[in-house]
């Protein structure tokens, strides 16, 4: 800052020449004095986060006095006050040092293994969601606290030190509001950070305050250039505090919070940062498109950065040949089997068995065919979480003795006997010629159809941006969903999937005791390992077995049978598997299950509920086209091949 | 317009009093006629040239598992490159890379790997050439596998290495230290699954690690102490490996070496010492030394323990139990422990031995019984515990996140910190200097001359984004998918007590892609570099595991890589620097970058430099907050 603080009126004035013909004339002097005011504003919220800091660290400083002195209730009420001290300063702590956050102060009560390491080391949870199950527990082990807390302690001290030394934009300051707004919504309301207590929705309402308390200082600002963006804020902020306060979990209409709230809130915060013309970060690599204004809008999640498909000149020419070779059953070993063999376009890409049919015809393949739709989100792929690019799923399909039995030199010596493939290739790939043909662009081309594979327009989704009228059996399935019944806290909206809100950057899965059979008392847990066995060496650690990726419930309506080993038919019986708390509640029970393992205690209207608001989520429209033509080859034997494959 | 003076005075004092955020208006006007400050940004003297790309590319294979000679698709997770001088004078010389994996391949071979090639300088254009070779087995083309199967028996996770300065020879190291068979099978699992599940195989031809699992019995004559053991699969892996890139097969495994999950070594100038880094926690410093320069089979294996009066303590080759188990037998001796070494590179003019210790985040728990059985830890480690307020390295809240690299003077046998990673505010890099400059988790390691003057080349690999690793100031820190930054860095080891202040950031490199394997041609034109996994939105071929060549290093002089020299000035200035492809700016400052119709692309916030590398040739608009305006032509 040396140069500027030298910087004074006198030499400022010796600029104008300079400064006139650019962005500055007189008639914008009131927006100047609209800049000092923004500027008061970045300073006050910077100064009341450092506040909260404080307030926080003393507040774990009480916490373990309390500890200490091994009295319940008192415990209880500072675990209380220390999470909702917590939860003032959330939204920007968060956003300064997301990871560290995750990982020390209020992470998911689950173990970890250590990242990036040569060698397995578990990590076990630590942080304010661990001490909501220790306190809450019928006698509390105090020295178990005492030592957490003095973790916490110890954690937040470093946290603190580098969150307050920042240096806070404006851009910054509401990226990170609008992220609390949707944290709130996604995980708040859900009960997510709260396993044990049930504080959900009081910490919800000191979270919405935290969010008003910042907009205050920005609103002079905004209300001056545009009185109905303002209002249109405050009125969803007020509309939230009424709703959130005392609100019961279960009854609490979390559909129209989001209509009245949440949706204003997030379009109207970035309206306020293009009027106040705060800069947006670059979107580019972000999973969250920074000027998405709808949760539920189809440009909220941007799909390349899924992908991890560099953006191309032919994207339209490329989606076509991958739907080419999607159908084409050219790419199996012996020209019979497709992708679309197990992934019929009308059943939403699944096939209908519990698990697809082998190479050999006679036996299947491991798991459950998928869901394609909507499956570009996600920071990896397949049940076991093994692969992290979509464009190399067909790796897997190809080498796989039961599935394509065939490696990329044999469908690249292939397709090159194919004119009309090799035009389309090379009409697809121009730019590298050496590798116009190749496993290269044949995964690309693969990868992009999957990725063109989305839909954002399901009845429900209507529903949700306020475009449709709410159906009242819809909203109470999907309050239940949200709420009563935790489907939410792992299938998270929007994509309601294992991809955690609200970085949207991390696939889960999880450990649900999934039985063998349809038998719902002393089940066998299936073999299948799941996670474990995905040959990630970092993923050889014992809480990854049995664990499998959370799929989209979306289209669940197509996608029967279920689970990754299709055990169930129907989704009254996947139902009542959760409702019995999964494995635990038929017998195929393992100790590091992560589904809760308490009954949910549905009802049947309730159950049907659900059900109706599942199906609520189907959206196939468009994607359903397929090829009226296979490219011919000189080999004749291999033209009047069956388009989507024989079997 | 009194008015308008005194709300411009009252902003930019308050600018300067405050540290001020301005917002840059989205569009400006260009009036006709208006000629600001034009500043040209040349191209970089340095570009990029594709050489091979994992994945992708084919690779020449011997018979292997009862499949005959063919090709394969090359492995990929490229890391180690090593390079041997041609003495013939026909080519260049031989090119080897390292796939740091374990699955199983039917040609190429289980495990990890390495892929030989040979290139020479193209006269006409100066770029490299792959040229086409035939071995003496028959095979021919352009890339070829390293045969380690029919060899030495298969390797895994082939990290780092050793090229020697001496005369070329190559050595991979096998990380990843495995403990049993099912470590390295990854199919069939008993290791820590402790539901104790029986054998199991996922179907899949793809996905498996080593298959054949049976015992392994050593043919190696060079070590008449193990020649003929015969051993559990998994303790065939995990050592160094020479392989002969000429001929693309694997020389001999170096039991007398020790079995360690090595990720990296270098050979002295009087090709006697062998100094060995090893990836874990603890990690000893070991070196092997010579009986006969240049003949490694025989010799004396020694760890390094800072505390004794002779430091260098001798385990001894001819003990297959010992080597087999040298982490014990480092730690009986009380050796110095470090927190994961990586690679090891030696300046070959004063004979100094650098490498990088990449640091793990919380030490503790992997060091501490070690440290109980009586191994000691580093001084440095002592010295960082006393500043972090904890009671030592073995405190479990001591905290090791960023990393170093360290220096051994072979003279004094003294271990030093060259650089230290970070950012660690109170001492470096200054704060004013975050976040363009910060160092976290180095681990290739490398040694170039630029200008006749010594360069460490230092790749970063994080361990995690927390901490200000990634910074949060950086656009995309935040919410990012995959978007971690791992960066190249040059330091002049001319500089006496270097701090990251002094790291010089290489940009030319493709945007997103994890750095590694930067090894120098001998006519010091162009570096090899490995981009190991980089993000898929990389346009081709970038999104693949590759080696490429970053040309032109021999015409640049050592002030080609720094910024202006001098005060800040107060006027609003730029200075660009082609080679970094960055422009320096007359002070830090908050700054709108503009095209050339006015529209703002991006604002820099608190910067003194900004990176153009990415930005397509053009006209720009840099304005500040005073609404000065500068040009610049992206050429």
Same mark, same amino acid.
């Given at each position: 800052?040396?140069?500027?603080?030298?910087?004074?009126?006198?030499?400022?004035?010796?600029?104008?020449?300079?400064?006139?013909?650019?962005?500055?004339?007189?008639?914008?002097?009131?927006?100047?004095?609209? *800049?000092?005011?923004? &500027? +008061?504003? %970045? @300073?006050? #919220?910077?100064?009341? $986060?450092?506040? =909260?800091?404080?307030?926080?660290?003393?507040?774990?400083?009480?916490?373990?006095?309390?500890?200490?002195?091994?009295?319940?209730?008192?415990?209880?009420?500072?675990?209380?006050?220390?999470?909702?001290?917590?939860?003032?300063?959330?939204?920007?702590?968060?956003?300064?040092?997301?990871?560290?956050?995750?990982?020390?102060?209020?992470?998911?009560?689950?173990?970890?293994?250590?990242?990036?390491?040569?060698?397995?080391?578990?990590?076990?949870?630590?942080?304010?969601?661990?001490?909501?199950?220790?306190?809450?527990?019928?006698?509390?082990?105090?020295?178990?606290?005492?030592?957490?807390?003095?973790?916490?302690?110890?954690?937040?001290?470093?946290?603190?030190?580098?969150?307050?030394?920042?240096?806070?934009?404006? *851009?910054?300051?509401? &990226? +990170?509001? %609008? @992220?609390? #707004?949707?944290?709130? $919504?996604?995980? =708040?309301?859900?009960?997510?950070?709260?396993?044990?207590?049930?504080?959900?929705?009081?910490?919800?309402?000191?979270?919405?305050?935290?969010?008003?308390?910042?907009?205050?200082?920005?609103?002079?600002?905004?209300?001056?250039?545009?009185?109905?963006?303002?209002?249109?804020?405050?009125?969803?902020?007020?509309?939230?505090?009424?709703?959130?306060?005392?609100?019961?979990?279960?009854?609490?209409?979390?559909?129209?919070?989001?209509?009245?709230?949440?949706?204003?809130?997030?379009?109207?915060?970035?309206?306020?940062?293009?009027?106040?013309?705060?800069?947006?970060?670059?979107?580019?690599?972000?999973?969250?498109?920074?000027?998405?204004?709808?949760?539920?809008?189809?440009?909220?999640?941007?799909?390349?950065?899924?992908?991890?498909?560099?953006?191309?000149?032919?994207?339209?020419?490329?989606?076509?040949?991958?739907?080419?070779?999607?159908?084409?059953?050219?790419?199996?070993?012996?020209?019979?089997?497709?992708?679309?063999?197990?992934?019929?376009?009308?059943?939403?890409?699944?096939?209908?068995?519990?698990?697809?049919?082998?190479?050999?015809?006679?036996?299947?393949?491991?798991?459950?065919?998928?869901?394609?739709?909507?499956?570009?989100?996600?920071?990896?792929?397949?049940?076991?979480?093994?692969?992290?690019?979509?464009?190399?799923?067909?790796?897997?399909?190809?080498?796989?003795?039961?599935?394509?039995?065939?490696?990329?030199?044999?469908?690249?010596?292939?397709?090159?006997?194919?004119?009309?493939?090799?035009?389309?290739?090379?009409?697809?790939?121009?730019?590298?010629?050496?590798?116009?043909?190749?496993?290269?662009?044949?995964?690309?081309?693969?990868?992009?159809?999957?990725?063109?594979?989305?839909?954002?327009?399901?009845?429900?989704?209507?529903?949700?941006?306020?475009?449709?009228?709410?159906?009242?059996?819809?909203?109470?399935?999907?309050?239940?969903?949200?709420?009563?019944?935790?489907?939410?806290?792992?299938?998270?909206?929007?994509?309601?999937?294992?991809?955690?809100?609200?970085?949207?950057?991390?696939?889960?899965?999880?450990?649900?005791?999934?039985?063998?059979?349809?038998?719902?008392?002393?089940?066998?847990?299936?073999?299948?390992?799941?996670?474990?066995?995905?040959?990630?060496?970092?993923?050889?650690?014992?809480?990854?077995?049995?664990?499998?990726?959370?799929?989209?419930?979306?289209?669940?309506?197509?996608?029967?049978?279920?689970?990754?080993?299709?055990?169930?038919?129907?989704?009254?019986?996947?139902?009542?598997?959760?409702?019995?708390?999964?494995?635990?509640?038929?017998?195929?029970?393992?100790?590091?299950?992560?589904?809760?393992?308490?009954?949910?205690?549905?009802?049947?209207?309730?159950?049907?509920?659900?059900?109706?608001?599942?199906?609520?989520?189907?959206?196939?429209?468009?994607?359903?086209?397929?090829?009226?033509?296979?490219?011919?080859?000189?080999?004749?034997?291999?033209?009047?091949?069956?388009?989507?494959?024989?079997? | 317009?009194?008015?308008?003076?005194?709300?411009?005075?009252?902003?930019?004092?308050?600018?300067?009093?405050?540290?001020?955020?301005?917002?840059?208006?989205?569009?400006?006007?260009?009036?006709?006629?208006?000629?600001?400050?034009?500043?040209?940004?040349?191209?970089?003297?340095?570009?990029?040239?594709?050489?091979?790309?994992?994945?992708?590319?084919?690779?020449?294979?011997?018979?292997?598992?009862?499949?005959?000679?063919?090709?394969?698709?090359?492995?990929?997770?490229?890391?180690?490159?090593?390079?041997?001088?041609?003495?013939?004078?026909?080519?260049?010389?031989?090119?080897?890379?390292?796939?740091?994996?374990?699955?199983?391949?039917?040609?190429?071979?289980?495990?990890?790997?390495?892929?030989?090639?040979?290139?020479?300088?193209?006269?006409?254009?100066?770029?490299?050439?792959?040229?086409?070779?035939?071995?003496?087995?028959?095979?021919?083309?352009?890339?070829?596998?390293?045969?380690?199967?029919?060899?030495?028996?298969?390797?895994?996770?082939?990290?780092?290495?050793?090229?020697?300065?001496?005369?070329?020879?190559?050595?991979?190291?096998?990380?990843?230290?495995?403990?049993?068979?099912?470590?390295?099978?990854?199919?069939?699992?008993?290791?820590?699954?402790?539901?104790?599940?029986?054998?199991?195989?996922?179907?899949?031809?793809?996905?498996?690690?080593?298959?054949?699992?049976?015992?392994?019995?050593?043919?190696?004559?060079?070590?008449?102490?193990?020649?003929?053991?015969?051993?559990?699969?998994?303790?065939?892996?995990?050592?160094?490996?020479?392989?002969?890139?000429?001929?693309?097969?694997?020389?001999?495994?170096?039991?007398?070496?020790?079995?360690?999950?090595?990720?990296?070594?270098?050979?002295?100038?009087?090709?006697?010492?062998?100094?060995?880094?090893?990836?874990?926690?603890?990690?000893?410093?070991?070196?092997?030394?010579?009986?006969?320069?240049?003949?490694?089979?025989?010799?004396?294996?020694?760890?390094?323990?800072?505390?004794?009066?002779?430091?260098?303590?001798?385990?001894?080759?001819?003990?297959?139990?010992?080597?087999?188990?040298?982490?014990?037998?480092?730690?009986?001796?009380?050796?110095?422990?470090?927190?994961?070494?990586?690679?090891?590179?030696?300046?070959?003019?004063?004979?100094?031995?650098?490498?990088?210790?990449?640091?793990?985040?919380?030490?503790?728990?992997?060091?501490?019984?070690?440290?109980?059985?009586?191994?000691?830890?580093?001084?440095?480690?002592?010295?960082?515990?006393?500043?972090?307020?904890?009671?030592?390295?073995?405190?479990?809240?001591?905290?090791?996140?960023?990393?170093?690299?360290?220096?051994?003077?072979?003279?004094?046998?003294?271990?030093?910190?060259?650089?230290?990673?970070?950012?660690?505010?109170?001492?470096?890099?200054?704060?004013?200097?975050?976040?363009?400059?910060?160092?976290?988790?180095?681990?290739?390691?490398?040694?170039?001359?630029?200008?006749?003057?010594?360069?460490?080349?230092?790749?970063?690999?994080?361990?995690?984004?927390?901490?200000?690793?990634?910074?949060?100031?950086?656009?995309?820190?935040?919410?990012?998918?995959?978007?971690?930054?791992?960066?190249?860095?040059?330091?002049?080891?001319?500089?006496?007590?270097?701090?990251?202040?002094?790291?010089?950031?290489?940009?030319?490199?493709?945007?997103?892609?994890?750095?590694?394997?930067?090894?120098?041609?001998?006519?010091?034109?162009?570096?090899?570099?490995?981009?190991?996994?980089?993000?898929?939105?990389?346009?081709?071929?970038?999104?693949?595991?590759?080696?490429?060549?970053?040309?032109?290093?021999?015409?640049?002089?050592?002030?080609?890589?720094?910024?202006?020299?001098?005060?800040?000035?107060?006027?609003?200035?730029?200075?660009?620097?082609?080679?970094?492809?960055?422009?320096?700016?007359?002070?830090?400052?908050?700054?709108?970058?503009?095209?050339?119709?006015?529209?703002?692309?991006?604002?820099?916030?608190?910067?003194?430099?900004?990176?153009?590398?990415?930005?397509?040739?053009?006209?720009?608009?840099?304005?500040?907050?005073?609404?000065?305006?500068?040009?610049?032509?992206?050429?």
């Amino acid at each position: 800052m040396r140069g500027i603080i030298i910087f004074t009126i006198t030499t400022s004035i010796c600029y104008l020449s300079l400064l006139l013909p650019f962005g500055m004339s007189t008639e914008q002097s009131s927006a100047n004095r609209g *800049r000092s005011e923004l &500027e +008061a504003a %970045r @300073l006050a #919220v910077i100064g009341d $986060f450092k506040v =909260g800091l404080d307030k926080l660290s003393r507040e774990i400083e009480l916490y373990q006095q309390v500890a200490a002195t091994e009295q319940v209730a008192q415990l209880r009420q500072q675990h209380a006050a220390t999470r909702e001290a917590f939860k003032r300063v959330e939204w920007l702590l968060e956003y300064i040092d997301p990871t560290a956050v995750k990982r020390f102060i209020n992470g998911a009560p689950l173990p970890k293994t250590e990242p990036h390491v040569p060698a397995i080391v578990i990590i076990e949870p630590s942080g304010l969601q661990r001490l909501d199950e220790l306190v809450w527990e019928e006698e509390p082990d105090f020295a178990a606290v005492r030592k957490m807390l003095n973790k916490l302690q110890r954690e937040y001290a470093d946290l603190q030190l580098y969150a307050r030394n920042r240096r806070l934009q404006h *851009r910054q300051l509401f &990226e +990170a509001l %609008r @992220l609390e #707004v949707v944290r709130i $919504f996604t995980l =708040g309301v859900s009960g997510f950070d709260t396993p044990a207590s049930g504080l959900a929705m009081t910490e919800n309402l000191a979270t919405l305050l935290a969010i008003d308390h910042v907009y205050d200082y920005y609103a002079e600002s905004v209300e001056e250039q545009d009185a109905i963006l303002h209002r249109r804020i405050v009125t969803a902020l007020r509309r939230g505090e009424e709703l959130l306060s005392g609100a019961d979990f279960n009854t609490f209409n979390r559909l129209t919070f989001l209509t009245e709230v949440i949706n204003p809130l997030t379009s109207g915060l970035v309206d306020a940062q293009e009027l106040l013309e705060v800069e947006f970060s670059a979107a580019a690599r972000n999973p969250v498109n920074p000027r998405a204004k709808l949760l539920f809008g189809a440009d909220w999640l941007n799909a390349d950065v899924y992908a991890k498909l560099p953006l191309s000149d032919y994207e339209a020419a490329r989606v076509e040949l991958g739907r080419l070779l999607f159908f084409d059953p050219i790419l199996s070993t012996n020209n019979q089997r497709a992708c679309a063999s197990c992934h019929l376009p009308e059943k939403a890409f699944t096939d209908g068995s519990a698990r697809s049919l082998a190479l050999d015809r006679e036996g299947t393949i491991l798991r459950n065919s998928p869901t394609l739709i909507n499956s570009v989100f996600a920071e990896k792929f397949f049940y076991d979480l093994r692969e992290e690019r979509l464009d190399r799923q067909i790796k897997h399909v190809v080498h796989d003795s039961l599935e394509f039995a065939t490696d990329f030199i044999e469908i690249v010596e292939k397709l090159s006997q194919s004119e009309e493939y090799v035009a389309l290739f090379r009409a697809a790939y121009p730019e590298n010629p050496d590798y116009m043909l190749s496993r290269y662009s044949v995964s690309d081309a693969l990868g992009r159809f999957v990725k063109s594979l989305r839909a954002h327009n399901s009845p429900f989704d209507r529903m949700a941006r306020g475009e449709a009228a709410a159906d009242s059996e819809v909203a109470a399935g999907f309050n239940l969903f949200m709420g009563k019944a935790a489907c939410g806290t792992c299938h998270f909206a929007p994509t309601f999937s294992g991809l955690v809100p609200p970085y949207f950057r991390e696939s889960e899965s999880e450990v649900l005791g999934v039985p063998a059979t349809k038998v719902w008392e002393n089940a066998q847990i299936d073999s299948d390992l799941g996670r474990l066995t995905n040959s990630k060496p970092g993923d050889e650690a014992y809480f990854h077995a049995f664990s499998f990726k959370t799929p989209t419930v979306r289209n669940a309506a197509l996608t029967a049978p279920y689970m990754h080993n299709g055990v169930y038919a129907e989704l009254e019986e996947v139902m009542d598997f959760y409702n019995r708390g999964g494995g635990a509640g038929i017998g195929s029970f393992v100790d590091h299950q992560t589904l809760p393992p308490d009954a949910l205690e549905l009802d049947t209207e309730e159950i049907g509920s659900l059900i109706t608001f599942m199906e609520a989520l189907t959206d196939t429209s468009g994607l359903t086209k397929t090829p009226i033509h296979l490219p011919e080859f000189s080999v004749a034997e291999w033209n009047g091949r069956r388009i989507g494959g024989e079997y | 317009m009194r008015t308008f003076y005194f709300l411009l005075g009252l902003m930019t004092l308050s600018a300067g009093a405050i540290n001020a955020q301005l917002v840059f208006p989205t569009e400006i006007e260009l009036p006709e006629g208006f000629a600001p400050t034009q500043v040209l940004m040349p191209g970089s003297p340095l570009d990029l040239q594709v050489l091979f790309i994992g994945g992708v590319d084919l690779v020449q294979t011997t018979p292997t598992y009862g499949n005959p000679a063919g090709v394969a698709v090359a492995k990929e997770w490229h890391d180690f490159i090593g390079f041997t001088p041609d003495d013939t004078g026909e080519t260049m010389g031989w090119v080897t890379v390292n796939h740091e994996s374990i699955y199983n391949d039917d040609r190429i071979g289980d495990g990890g790997g390495m892929t030989a090639f040979r290139v020479e300088r193209d006269p006409i254009t100066g770029l490299l050439n792959v040229v086409d070779q035939e071995l003496s087995d028959g095979r021919e083309g352009k890339f070829f596998n390293v045969d380690f199967v029919n060899t030495v028996g298969e390797t895994g996770m082939n990290c780092g290495g050793i090229s020697s300065v001496v005369d070329g020879r190559i050595w991979t190291a096998e990380e990843w230290f495995r403990g049993d068979n099912s470590a390295i099978n990854n199919g069939v699992f008993s290791n820590n699954n402790a539901l104790g599940a029986g054998p199991y195989g996922i179907g899949s031809s793809s996905n498996q690690g080593v298959r054949d699992t049976s015992e392994f019995t050593i043919d190696s004559p060079d070590f008449p102490a193990f020649d003929g053991m015969t051993i559990p699969k998994y303790q065939n892996f995990n050592w160094m490996v020479e392989i002969d890139p000429r001929e693309a097969t694997a020389i001999r495994k170096q039991y007398n070496w020790g079995r360690q999950g090595f990720e990296g070594g270098a050979i002295t100038p009087d090709n006697k010492y062998v100094y060995l880094g090893v990836d874990a926690t603890p990690g000893f410093w070991l070196r092997f030394v010579a009986d006969t320069p240049g003949d490694f089979t025989q010799g004396d294996l020694q760890v390094y323990k800072h505390d004794a009066d002779n430091k260098w303590i001798s385990i001894g080759e001819n003990d297959p139990e010992k080597l087999l188990n040298l982490s014990a037998e480092a730690v009986a001796v009380g050796a110095t422990m470090y927190n994961r070494n990586e690679w090891v590179t030696v300046d070959p003019n004063t004979g100094d031995i650098y490498w990088t210790e990449t640091g793990r985040d919380e030490p503790a728990g992997s060091w501490n019984d070690e440290a109980a059985a009586g191994a000691v830890f580093a001084p440095h480690h002592l010295a960082r515990a006393i500043e972090q307020g904890v009671t030592g390295p073995d405190a479990e809240d001591y905290k090791d996140y960023y990393g170093r690299v360290l220096k051994y003077d072979a003279i004094t046998e003294e271990v030093s910190v060259a650089i230290e990673g970070g950012p660690f505010f109170e001492v470096s890099p200054l704060e004013a200097d975050y976040p363009e400059k910060h160092l976290s988790n180095p681990d290739g390691l490398s040694f170039m001359e630029i200008d006749g003057q010594s360069f460490l080349i230092i790749c970063e690999d994080l361990n995690g984004d927390d901490h200000g690793r990634m910074p949060f100031e950086n656009d995309n820190a935040n919410g990012g998918l995959g978007n971690r930054l791992c960066e190249l860095f040059l330091l002049d080891l001319s500089i006496e007590d270097a701090v990251v202040d002094d790291l010089i950031r290489i940009t030319a490199v493709p945007l997103g892609a994890e750095i590694t394997g930067a090894v120098v041609t001998p006519d010091g034109k162009s570096l090899l570099v490995n981009s190991q996994h980089p993000s898929g939105i990389n346009p081709f071929p970038y999104n693949h595991s590759l080696t490429f060549a970053i040309h032109g290093f021999d015409e640049l002089l050592v002030s080609n890589l720094t910024g202006p020299n001098g005060v800040p000035s107060e006027t609003f200035s730029a200075y660009p620097n082609p080679t970094l492809q960055t422009v320096f700016l007359n002070d830090r400052q908050d700054v709108a970058l503009y095209s050339q119709l006015g529209q703002r692309l991006r604002v820099y916030r608190n910067v003194s430099q900004i990176d153009v590398s990415q930005l397509a040739a053009g006209i720009y608009y840099l304005q500040n907050e005073n609404g000065e305006t500068i040009e610049i032509v992206k050429e």
